[in-house]
Protein backbone atom coordinates (compact mmCIF):
# COMPACT_ATOMS: atom_id res chain seq x y z
CA UNK A 1 0.00 0.00 0.00
CA UNK A 2 1.32 3.54 -1.11
CA UNK A 3 2.02 5.81 1.60
CA UNK A 4 0.41 8.54 0.09
CA UNK A 5 -3.11 5.75 0.54
CA UNK A 6 -2.18 4.69 3.95
CA UNK A 7 -2.83 8.69 4.91
CA UNK A 8 -5.70 8.32 3.21
CA UNK A 9 -7.31 5.48 5.25
CA UNK A 10 -6.08 7.08 8.17
CA UNK A 11 -7.76 10.39 7.41
CA UNK A 12 -10.75 8.34 7.78
CA UNK A 13 -9.82 6.78 10.90
CA UNK A 14 -11.45 3.35 10.02
CA UNK A 15 -8.46 1.53 11.65
CA UNK A 16 -4.64 2.35 12.55
CA UNK A 17 -1.82 2.28 10.19
CA UNK A 18 -0.46 -0.29 13.00
CA UNK A 19 -3.07 -2.58 11.69
CA UNK A 20 -3.09 -2.42 8.02
CA UNK A 21 -0.60 -5.18 7.40
CA UNK A 22 -2.87 -7.63 8.97
CA UNK A 23 -6.58 -6.26 7.39
CA UNK A 24 -6.71 -6.92 3.66
CA UNK A 25 -8.10 -4.75 0.90
CA UNK A 26 -11.05 -6.54 1.04
CA UNK A 27 -12.01 -5.58 4.24
CA UNK A 28 -11.16 -2.27 3.63
CA UNK A 29 -12.59 -1.27 0.59
CA UNK A 30 -15.92 -2.80 1.66
CA UNK A 31 -15.38 -1.08 5.36
CA UNK A 32 -17.83 2.04 6.61
CA UNK A 33 -15.54 4.82 6.05
CA UNK A 34 -14.15 3.92 3.23
CA UNK A 35 -17.29 4.93 0.40
CA UNK A 36 -14.85 6.77 -2.34
CA UNK A 37 -11.50 5.83 -3.54
CA UNK A 38 -8.56 8.39 -4.10
CA UNK A 39 -10.23 9.23 -7.34
CA UNK A 40 -13.27 10.26 -6.27
CA UNK A 41 -15.18 7.17 -7.08
CA UNK A 42 -17.65 4.99 -4.62
CA UNK A 43 -15.83 1.94 -3.04
CA UNK A 44 -18.12 -0.87 -3.76
CA UNK A 45 -19.08 -2.67 -0.34
CA UNK A 46 -19.37 -6.34 -0.62
CA UNK A 47 -22.05 -8.62 1.23
CA UNK A 48 -22.10 -12.09 1.86
CA UNK A 49 -25.65 -13.77 1.51
CA UNK A 50 -25.41 -17.50 3.11
CA UNK A 51 -27.91 -19.78 3.52
CA UNK A 52 -28.21 -23.43 4.71
CA UNK A 53 -31.83 -24.75 5.27
CA UNK A 54 -30.19 -27.09 7.94
CA UNK A 55 -29.89 -24.13 10.05
CA UNK A 56 -33.32 -24.88 11.68
CA UNK A 57 -34.48 -27.93 13.03
CA UNK A 58 -37.74 -29.56 13.22
CA UNK A 59 -38.95 -27.54 15.78
CA UNK A 60 -37.28 -23.90 14.14
CA UNK A 61 -34.92 -24.05 16.79
CA UNK A 62 -30.99 -23.03 15.63
CA UNK A 63 -28.73 -25.54 15.18
CA UNK A 64 -25.29 -24.03 17.18
CA UNK A 65 -22.86 -25.70 14.71
CA UNK A 66 -24.33 -25.14 11.59
CA UNK A 67 -24.74 -21.39 12.46
CA UNK A 68 -21.16 -21.79 13.17
CA UNK A 69 -20.22 -23.05 9.73
CA UNK A 70 -22.31 -20.54 7.88
CA UNK A 71 -20.18 -17.87 9.62
CA UNK A 72 -17.02 -19.57 8.78
CA UNK A 73 -17.96 -19.63 5.20
CA UNK A 74 -19.16 -16.11 5.07
CA UNK A 75 -16.11 -14.67 6.83
CA UNK A 76 -13.82 -16.58 4.39
CA UNK A 77 -15.61 -15.08 1.53
CA UNK A 78 -15.77 -11.68 3.02
CA UNK A 79 -11.98 -11.53 3.66
CA UNK A 80 -10.41 -14.07 1.04
CA UNK A 81 -8.75 -15.86 3.53
CA UNK A 82 -8.37 -19.51 3.18
CA UNK A 83 -9.42 -20.21 6.19
CA UNK A 84 -12.16 -18.43 9.07
CA UNK A 85 -9.36 -18.09 11.61
CA UNK A 86 -6.79 -16.30 9.67
CA UNK A 87 -10.34 -14.29 8.30
CA UNK A 88 -11.07 -12.79 11.95
CA UNK A 89 -7.46 -12.13 12.29
CA UNK A 90 -7.70 -9.79 9.61
CA UNK A 91 -10.61 -8.23 10.83
CA UNK A 92 -9.86 -8.48 15.00
CA UNK A 93 -6.48 -7.52 16.89
CA UNK A 94 -5.70 -9.23 19.60
CA UNK A 95 -5.17 -6.10 21.64
CA UNK A 96 -8.64 -4.83 20.76
CA UNK A 97 -11.68 -4.39 23.17
CA UNK A 98 -14.82 -5.77 21.78
CA UNK A 99 -18.47 -5.56 22.33
CA UNK A 100 -20.73 -8.06 20.36
CA UNK A 101 -23.77 -5.75 19.90
CA UNK A 102 -27.01 -8.21 20.24
CA UNK A 103 -30.62 -7.83 19.47
CA UNK A 104 -33.06 -9.44 22.54
CA UNK A 105 -36.29 -8.37 21.04
CA UNK A 106 -38.39 -11.38 22.70
CA UNK A 107 -40.20 -13.02 19.28
CA UNK A 108 -37.05 -13.18 17.25
CA UNK A 109 -33.89 -12.34 18.46
CA UNK A 110 -29.91 -12.41 17.20
CA UNK A 111 -30.00 -16.16 18.74
CA UNK A 112 -27.37 -17.84 21.47
CA UNK A 113 -25.99 -19.38 18.27
CA UNK A 114 -24.85 -16.55 16.48
CA UNK A 115 -23.73 -14.71 19.59
CA UNK A 116 -21.45 -17.82 20.52
CA UNK A 117 -20.17 -17.72 16.97
CA UNK A 118 -19.16 -14.51 17.00
CA UNK A 119 -17.53 -14.30 20.54
CA UNK A 120 -15.23 -17.68 18.83
CA UNK A 121 -14.14 -15.73 15.98
CA UNK A 122 -13.50 -12.71 18.22
CA UNK A 123 -11.50 -15.05 20.84
CA UNK A 124 -9.82 -17.04 17.60
CA UNK A 125 -8.32 -13.51 16.52
CA UNK A 126 -6.43 -13.81 19.90
CA UNK A 127 -8.61 -11.32 22.19
CA UNK A 128 -9.36 -12.63 25.69
CA UNK A 129 -12.70 -14.00 27.15
CA UNK A 130 -12.34 -10.69 29.37
CA UNK A 131 -11.95 -7.96 26.76
CA UNK A 132 -15.54 -9.65 25.01
CA UNK A 133 -18.73 -8.72 25.96
CA UNK A 134 -22.01 -9.06 24.35
CA UNK A 135 -25.08 -7.19 25.31
CA UNK A 136 -28.44 -5.08 24.12
CA UNK A 137 -30.46 -2.72 25.87
CA UNK A 138 -27.30 -2.07 28.55
CA UNK A 139 -24.18 -1.34 26.33
CA UNK A 140 -24.05 2.37 27.71
CA UNK A 141 -23.50 0.84 31.23
CA UNK A 142 -21.29 -2.03 29.74
CA UNK A 143 -17.38 -1.34 30.92
CA UNK A 144 -15.99 -3.40 28.23
CA UNK A 145 -18.60 -1.21 25.90
CA UNK A 146 -17.39 1.85 27.22
CA UNK A 147 -13.91 1.39 26.33
CA UNK A 148 -14.05 -0.51 23.36
CA UNK A 149 -11.97 -0.42 20.50
CA UNK A 150 -14.28 -2.84 18.30
CA UNK A 151 -17.67 -3.77 17.92
CA UNK A 152 -19.40 -6.33 16.28
CA UNK A 153 -23.17 -5.60 14.78
CA UNK A 154 -25.34 -8.31 14.59
CA UNK A 155 -29.75 -8.50 15.17
CA UNK A 156 -32.37 -10.04 13.26
CA UNK A 157 -34.12 -8.84 10.52
CA UNK A 158 -37.96 -7.18 10.73
CA UNK A 159 -40.53 -4.67 9.90
CA UNK A 160 -40.73 -2.01 12.49
CA UNK A 161 -43.85 0.02 13.43
CA UNK A 162 -41.30 3.78 13.61
CA UNK A 163 -38.49 2.72 11.19
CA UNK A 164 -39.89 0.58 8.55
CA UNK A 165 -37.27 -2.16 9.16
CA UNK A 166 -35.91 -2.90 12.27
CA UNK A 167 -32.10 -3.81 11.12
CA UNK A 168 -28.16 -3.54 11.68
CA UNK A 169 -28.69 0.62 11.22
CA UNK A 170 -30.84 0.75 13.58
CA UNK A 171 -29.10 -1.52 16.28
CA UNK A 172 -27.35 0.93 17.72
CA UNK A 173 -30.17 2.81 18.82
CA UNK A 174 -29.22 1.72 22.26
CA UNK A 175 -26.00 3.62 22.15
CA UNK A 176 -28.02 6.71 23.22
CA UNK A 177 -29.62 7.07 26.30
CA UNK A 178 -33.34 7.93 25.24
CA UNK A 179 -33.94 6.04 22.12
CA UNK A 180 -37.60 7.45 21.00
CA UNK A 181 -35.80 10.72 20.38
CA UNK A 182 -34.72 9.37 16.92
CA UNK A 183 -38.41 8.84 16.16
CA UNK A 184 -39.06 11.88 14.35
CA UNK A 185 -39.96 11.24 10.59
CA UNK A 186 -39.97 7.68 10.46
CA UNK A 187 -36.64 7.49 12.23
CA UNK A 188 -34.64 9.02 9.22
CA UNK A 189 -31.64 10.36 10.30
CA UNK A 190 -30.51 6.96 12.15
CA UNK A 191 -27.63 7.32 10.51
CA UNK A 192 -26.18 9.63 12.39
CA UNK A 193 -26.14 6.97 15.63
CA UNK A 194 -22.73 5.97 13.88
CA UNK A 195 -21.09 9.15 14.58
CA UNK A 196 -21.18 8.65 18.25
CA UNK A 197 -17.91 8.92 19.84
CA UNK A 198 -18.78 5.21 21.59
CA UNK A 199 -19.59 3.89 18.15
CA UNK A 200 -17.67 6.13 15.45
CA UNK A 201 -15.38 3.70 13.08
CA UNK A 202 -15.47 1.06 15.51
CA UNK A 203 -17.17 -1.34 13.95
CA UNK A 204 -15.75 -4.53 12.13
CA UNK A 205 -18.24 -6.50 11.30
CA UNK A 206 -22.12 -7.12 10.39
CA UNK A 207 -24.07 -9.70 10.89
CA UNK A 208 -28.02 -9.45 9.56
CA UNK A 209 -29.74 -12.62 10.85
CA UNK A 210 -32.61 -13.82 8.34
CA UNK A 211 -33.20 -17.23 9.98
CA UNK A 212 -37.10 -16.28 10.28
CA UNK A 213 -37.52 -12.92 9.42
CA UNK A 214 -40.31 -10.97 9.87
CA UNK A 215 -42.10 -9.25 6.84
CA UNK A 216 -45.41 -7.24 8.07
CA UNK A 217 -46.22 -6.05 11.81
CA UNK A 218 -49.25 -3.99 12.79
CA UNK A 219 -48.24 -1.63 16.00
CA UNK A 220 -45.25 -1.01 17.75
CA UNK A 221 -44.48 -4.39 18.89
CA UNK A 222 -46.50 -5.95 16.68
CA UNK A 223 -45.81 -9.53 16.54
CA UNK A 224 -47.42 -12.64 14.30
CA UNK A 225 -46.12 -15.79 13.46
CA UNK A 226 -48.21 -15.33 10.44
CA UNK A 227 -46.14 -13.20 8.89
CA UNK A 228 -42.32 -14.98 9.66
CA UNK A 229 -40.91 -17.65 7.55
CA UNK A 230 -37.89 -19.72 7.06
CA UNK A 231 -35.82 -18.03 4.97
CA UNK A 232 -32.86 -19.95 6.48
CA UNK A 233 -29.77 -16.67 5.75
CA UNK A 234 -27.60 -14.22 7.17
CA UNK A 235 -25.84 -11.13 5.20
CA UNK A 236 -22.90 -10.38 6.70
CA UNK A 237 -20.52 -7.64 5.33
CA UNK A 238 -18.45 -4.61 6.77
CA UNK A 239 -21.19 -2.16 5.45
CA UNK A 240 -24.54 -2.35 7.21
CA UNK A 241 -26.15 -0.10 4.70
CA UNK A 242 -25.66 -2.25 1.70
CA UNK A 243 -26.46 -5.12 3.76
CA UNK A 244 -29.75 -3.56 5.36
CA UNK A 245 -30.38 -2.69 1.72
CA UNK A 246 -30.28 -5.96 0.63
CA UNK A 247 -32.40 -7.23 3.69
CA UNK A 248 -35.11 -4.88 3.04
CA UNK A 249 -35.35 -6.03 -0.66
CA UNK A 250 -35.94 -9.73 0.14
CA UNK A 251 -38.48 -8.45 2.73
CA UNK A 252 -40.31 -6.47 -0.01
CA UNK A 253 -39.78 -9.39 -2.34
CA UNK A 254 -41.36 -11.86 0.28
CA UNK A 255 -44.13 -8.79 0.89
CA UNK A 256 -45.02 -9.22 -2.72
CA UNK A 257 -45.56 -12.83 -2.49
CA UNK A 258 -47.50 -13.13 0.52
CA UNK A 259 -49.59 -10.32 -0.55
CA UNK A 260 -49.86 -10.74 -4.25
CA UNK A 261 -48.98 -7.32 -4.78
CA UNK A 262 -46.58 -4.97 -3.95
CA UNK A 263 -46.70 -3.70 -1.01
CA UNK A 264 -44.85 -0.84 0.50
CA UNK A 265 -43.79 -0.79 3.96
CA UNK A 266 -45.16 2.03 6.33
CA UNK A 267 -43.45 4.14 7.31
CA UNK A 268 -40.81 3.76 4.23
CA UNK A 269 -37.47 2.68 5.62
CA UNK A 270 -35.74 5.78 3.91
CA UNK A 271 -33.65 5.79 7.12
CA UNK A 272 -31.25 3.26 4.67
CA UNK A 273 -30.95 5.15 1.97
CA UNK A 274 -30.26 8.40 4.24
CA UNK A 275 -27.79 6.72 5.71
CA UNK A 276 -25.72 6.77 2.47
CA UNK A 277 -26.92 10.37 0.90
CA UNK A 278 -27.17 12.03 4.32
CA UNK A 279 -24.85 10.55 6.73
CA UNK A 280 -22.05 8.42 4.25
CA UNK A 281 -21.48 5.67 6.73
CA UNK A 282 -22.42 3.04 3.31
CA UNK A 283 -23.63 2.10 0.11
CA UNK A 284 -27.24 2.21 -0.56
CA UNK A 285 -27.15 2.04 -4.18
CA UNK A 286 -27.09 -1.47 -5.66
CA UNK A 287 -24.85 -0.42 -7.96
CA UNK A 288 -21.91 0.19 -5.78
CA UNK A 289 -23.04 -3.36 -4.00
CA UNK A 290 -21.36 -6.49 -4.71
CA UNK A 291 -23.40 -9.25 -3.57
CA UNK A 292 -21.86 -12.76 -2.99
CA UNK A 293 -24.43 -15.38 -3.24
CA UNK A 294 -23.46 -18.91 -1.19
CA UNK A 295 -25.75 -21.93 -0.40
CA UNK A 296 -29.14 -23.25 -0.28
CA UNK A 297 -30.60 -21.06 -4.07
CA UNK A 298 -34.61 -21.97 -3.05
CA UNK A 299 -36.69 -18.85 -3.12
CA UNK A 300 -33.71 -16.59 -2.41
CA UNK A 301 -35.92 -13.33 -4.14
CA UNK A 302 -32.67 -11.29 -4.43
Known sequence: MSEKKTRSVTRR??????????????LLTGAPGLLFSETGKPVKSTVVLIRDKNVLDDKGATRPDVVQDMLDKAVIALTGENDPVKGWKSII???????????????????????????????DAGVGEQNISISDRGVLRDPIFKKATA??????????HWSGVGSLIKNYIMFIPNPSSIHNDSCADLGKLWNLPLVKDKTRLNVLVMFTPQFHNVGPH??????????????????????DYMGLNIILSQRKLFFGEDRPLSPH????????????????????????????EKDILI
Open 151 to 160: LINARPMRTH
Open 93 to 123: RPEDIVGIKTNVWKYINTTSAVEKALKKGVM
Open 222 to 243: GFNPKYVWKYYGMLVGFDPVAI
Open 269 to 296: AKHIAYADTRHHIGNADPKNINLIKIGY
Open 13 to 26: KFIHDTSLAVIGTT
